[in-house]
């Protein structure tokens, strides 16, 4: 029996990004279609099979560790997005601004999907879940640049809606307007995951 199972879950790829230079903006330049290798998106300054470990995980390695990188993507859901805009009492979001690199439609809560759930394109190329990307403040500068005033709003108005980030499990092309099925882990919730976040 299959430990990941196929759903009845499909999201349709609505812009695709890159951001090429990090340390001179976070804003992403628009693609048509992106080539999906193991070390994430070719040209993308996220990507790589490694990198640095940062404040996400210090209680697990010192920061600068090199450490398997599973945050190759960042994956935002345009129904979420939706809905931070609107919060934040902006009339849109353009996933640009924050970096991105895929904004999807069409799968519920899409922020809160299992880890190591899989996206796949029609011709094979899949991402791994890693899991929920938490809002940090980087967004805000390019935010403020395009609607002034409302930078700072950002990461209260995305929490538990920023998406995911992902990593390249199956190399291949992905283009604006396919369709990613979703694949859920066959795998019960573990009973003692309360208990454990409150012991962290």
């Known amino acids: 029996m299959p430990a990941l199972k196929p759903t009845g879950f499909h999201a349709t790829i609505r ?14 330049e628009t693609l048509t279609e992106a080539r999906l290798t193991f070390a994430g998106i070719a040209g993308e300054a996220h990507g790589g099979v490694t990198r640095p470990s940062c404040s996400r995980v210090t209680a697990q390695h ?11 993507l ?5 129904e979420e997005l939706n809905r931070i805009a609107a919060k934040m009492g902006v009339p ?24 190591s759930s899989r996206l796949q394109a029609p011709e094979g190329a899949t991402l791994v879940v890693d899991m929920e990307n938490r809002p940090c403040h980087l ?12 930078g700072r709003a950002f990461r209260t108005a995305a929490a538990g809606r920023r998406g995911v980030t992902a990593w390249v499990e199956r190399e291949g092309t992905i283009r604006v307007g396919e369709t990613l099925r979703l694949h859920v882990p066959d795998q019960p919730v573990w009973p003692h995951l309360a208990a454990a976040r409150a012991g962290g």
Do not use: K, M, Y
């Open 15 to 28: 812009w695709i990004g890159r951001v090429t230079d990090r340390d001179a903006s976070l804003r992403a």
């Open 139 to 150: 967004p805000a500068e390019v935010i403020e640049a395009e609607a002034p005033g409302h």
């Open 74 to 78: 960042s994956i935002l859901s345009a």
């Open 92 to 115: 849109r979001l353009d996933p640009a601004w924050l970096g991105a690199s895929l904004l999807i439609e069409g799968i519920p809560d899409f922020s809160c999907v299992p880890p």
């Open 62 to 72: 010192p920061r600068g560790t090199e450490i398997r990188n599973v945050r190759q």
